[in-house]
């Protein structure tokens, strides 16, 4: 590609209207020539080959992606992960924004991924390693999409729960366990104050615990769990399954009494859970499995905080996410920065509730919502309710004792001192 023909891919943000492109920043490792490579890279990812042979045409100046700006961060020995490739010549880490023209795929989700996560971007020639970093939308790209239907406010709004955390609680074992068991579990950690008794994220329709079966028995039980308390109460079913099943499922669960439900976004795509919200009357939760085999890399793949923004822009009232602590082996601001993608401004869309989860009890409640720093988060333990000594009842009460403590600030061994149920989570 020689100098002429590279220009085309390149423009300064004042030369464009911004409204009419996506802004996406990666992470490259660029190998030789810098901007022979951004070039191709951009080529790659819009229109390759810009003209016909023979043909005296262009079509760069509408549809071709364009490098707005780079940034050197170092010159590499080698590159961060061994990657066979062809090109020759020194290797520089950089960092790259991307002007790409939403006309190209418009508002269609597989489309958008085909564009700038797809072969063009993975396999130009002379970028062995790219992760894209963040993606930025214009508000009149932003208006063709729907986002959640409930949102926060709505979640909020079923439980009658304000002016704190979302109480969920994922009912274990998750696996092998009866629906008649998995059923009175739940029931009992209604009774002590959980907000969301839910499916494991693996555990769907099998034969030993068909969908239909564990929501008509946990239906059941939280309506009985609402009368008892005289609090609201969700069961969050999870019906990922096959695309052509999902409807099917839905209308089986929410008919049953399941008042929310749980999709596993990445596995069953995100063009299936933007059918789901146009299809579903209840909100729609999604969890994180397969999202980390894209992000976990530092300089390879996808920052999970476009998935979370592509999650939120499909659809989802909340998103439960890798949480703090070394067990989700996530770093901290990588956290805090997909919360703020739940809960920044999107355009007219709503706000999804971000769920930070993983080992947590009612002794890592106050740390979470520190660092989250508001009261809009959803609080997700599993052993730290149903493995409470004293049983889900007690798990669920030790949770809303630890809240309790927290809103009156009162020292967590202080406040457990009356309270059989925290107390023996303090000793466990």
Known sequence: MNAEERKGFFADRDQLNMADYLELEYYLECVGDIRTALA?????QSTAQWNRVGVDEDFRTLYAAKVLGW???????????????????????????IAHPHRNFGA???????????????????????????ISFPDSYLAEFEGPKFGIEGIREMLGAYNRPIFFGVVKPNIGLSPEYFSDLAFQS??????????????????????SRRTELLGKARVLAEKETGDKKIY????????????????????????????????????????LRKHTKVPLIGHFPFIAAFSRLEKYGIHSKVITKLQRLAGLDAIIMPGFGSRMMTPEQEVRENIEECLNEMGSLKRSLPVPGGSDSALTLENVY???????FGFVPGR?????????????????????????????????????????????
């Open 40 to 44: 191709h890279f951009c080529s790659e």
């Open 236 to 275: 969050l079913a999870n019906i990922t399954d096959e695309v052509d099943k999902m409807i099917e499922q839905h209308d089986v669960t929410v008919a049953n009494g399941a008042n929310a439900l749980l999709v596993n976004a990445f596995p069953v795509g995100l063009s299936a859970v933007r059918m």
């Open 108 to 134: 269609k989700l597989p489309n958008l991924l085909t564009a700038v996560c797809g072969e063009g971007t993975y396999f130009t020639p002379g970028i062995p390693l790219v992760k894209l970093l963040d």
């Open 384 to 428: 730290g309710i149903f493995g409470h000594p004293m049983g889900p009842k007690a798990g669920a009460s030790s949770i809303r004792q630890a809240w309790e403590a927290i809103e009156q600030g009162v020292e967590l061994e202080a406040y457990a001192e009356t309270r059989p149920e925290l107390k023996a989570m303090l000793g466990k």
């Open 190 to 211: 209604w009774l002590g104050g959980l907000d969301i008794a839910k499916d494991d994220e693996m555990l769907a329709d099998v034969a030993w615990s068909t969908t």
């Open 71 to 97: 940034q050197v961060l170092e010159e590499l020995k080698e590159l961060s992960y061994p990657v066979e490739h062809d090109a020759v010549g020194k290797i520089h880490a950089c960092r790259v924004t």
């Open 370 to 376: 520190r660092k989250v720093g508001s009261v809009d």
